[in-house]
C-alpha cells in the first residue's frame, strides 16, 4: 500500500512534473491534485494528464491531500504555505523539493497548523530544462533525496515520507537542515554560480566576439552554458536564501583559485599537478558511486563516431 492516498503538488514545471509522472507510474493508485499559478503551465498539465485535477488554487489542491508538496522557488515558498494553511487536512504533511532546507523551515515552520507535520525533502536531481513538457518519471531514479525533519518531528511522518521517496526510486538520508545547506552550497550552488560568472565573462570580453564564443565553444565551456542555462528565477532565489553558506563556500574556492593562480604564475608544475590528480580521483568517485555515466563525453551520443572496439580499450 501506497504511504499516502492523496497527494497534492503545487508548483508543475520540471520537478513538480516529473514528481507526478514518477507518482502515477510508480503508484496508480495515488489520486493526483495539482495547481500552478501560471494559466499556460495548467494547460499544458491538463493536456498532457499528468493530474487526475488540476485544481484553481493551490488551497483546493491540498484540501483532502495526506501529502502536499510544495515544487516552488524558494522564494515563493512562505506566500504558498500561507495559501495552503487553512486546507491542511490533521494529519496530513507538508514537503517541499527546494534545494535549500533551513530557509525553508525559516518560512514555514510557523504556518504548519497543529497535527499537520513538516518535513522538508530535497531530491538532488534536475536538468537545466523547465517547465510541465520537460519532466520525465525516472528523474528521481537512483538519486539522493534528503529529508530535513525540524526537531521534534515525530519518526513516523519522517518515515513515511522516506517511504514515499524510495518507491519512487530515490536513496533517501536523513540531514541537518543546516548542514545539508553547507554540502550543497559547494556541490551544487557554487558550481552554478561559477558557471554563470564564467559564462558571463566571456559574453563580456571585448577581444572576442559572441559568435566566436559560440562557435568555438569547446567542451569544457559548452558544459557550463548547459549550466548557466537553468531556470534564473529558482537559482536567484538559491542564492539568496542559502547565502551564509554560499559565501562561505565562495570564500574558500577564491582561496583555492588564488594558489592555482599563484602555480600559475610561478611555474610550480607539481602544485598543479597535484591538484589535477585529486580530482581525477572525485570524478572516479563519483561514477563508481552512480552518480554519472563514464561514457566518453557524459554519454552524448556522436553517430558518425566509430566504434570502439578491444584495441580502443573497451573491455
Known amino acids: 500500500m501506497a504511504p499516502f492516498a492523496r497527494v497534492a503538488i503545487i508548483g508543475l514545471g520540471l520537478i513538480g ?12 493508485g495515488v489520486a493526483l491534485a495539482g495547481f500552478d ?19 484553481p488554487s493551490p488551497a483546493d489542491a491540498a484540501r483532502r491531500a495526506d501529502l502536499v508538496v510544495l515544487a516552488v522557488p524558494l522564494g515563493a515558498m512562505r506566500a504558498v504555505g500561507e495559501a495552503v494553511r487553512d486546507a491542511l487536512a490533521p494529519g496530513a504533511l507538508l514537503s517541499d523539493v527546494g534545494s535549500s532546507k533551513q530557509a525553508v523551515i525559516d518560512a514555514l515552520f510557523d504556518l504548519v497548523p497543529a497535527g499537520v507535520h513538516l518535513v522538508p525533502a530535497h531530491p538532488v536531481a ?14 528521481f531514479t537512483g538519486r539522493w533525496c534528503i529529508l530535513t525533519p525540524p526537531e521534534g518531528t515525530e519518526p513516523e511522518a519522517v518515515s513515511r515520507l522516506a517511504d514515499f521517496w524510495t518507491r519512487l526510486g530515490s536513496r533517501v538520508e536523513v540531514m541537518d537542515a543546516r548542514h545539508h545547506d553547507l554540502v550543497l552550497a559547494i556541490t551544487s550552488h557554487l558550481p552554478h554560480l561559477i ?9 563580456d570580453l571585448e577581444g572576442v566576439t559572441k559568435a566566436e564564443v559560440i562557435k568555438y565553444s569547446a567542451g ?3 558544459d557550463f552554458t548547459r549550466i548557466a542555462a537553468s531556470d534564473p528565477t529558482m537559482w536567484r532565489d538559491v542564492f539568496l536564501m542559502n547565502r551564509d553558506a554560499v559565501l ?8 583555492d583559485l588564488s594558489a592555482l593562480q599563484r602555480a600559475i604564475r610561478w611555474g610550480d608544475g607539481d602544485a598543479l599537478y597535484r591538484r589535477f590528480e585529486a580530482s581525477r580521483a572525485i570524478r572516479r568517485a563519483i561514477i563508481d558511486a552512480g552518480q554519472d555515466t563514464d561514457a566518453a563525453d557524459f554519454g552524448r551520443t556522436h553517430p558518425d563516431a566509430p566504434e570502439p572496439g578491444p584495441e580502443r580499450g573497451r573491455p
Do not use: H, N, Q, W
Open 248 to 255: 562561505e563556500m565562495l570564500a574558500r574556492f577564491s582561496e
Open 37 to 55: 499559478r501560471d494559466p499556460g503551465v495548467r494547460e499544458a498539465v491538463a493536456r498532457l494528464g499528468l493530474v487526475d485535477e488540476v485544481a
Open 220 to 222: 569544457g565551456f559548452r
Open 17 to 28: 512534473s516529473s514528481l507526478a509522472r514518477a507518482v502515477k507510474g510508480l503508484m496508480p
Open 195 to 203: 558557471a554563470y560568472s564564467i559564462v558571463g565573462t566571456a559574453s
Open 126 to 139: 534536475g536538468t537545466e530544462k523547465s517547465g510541465p513538457e520537460a519532466g520525465f518519471a525516472a528523474l
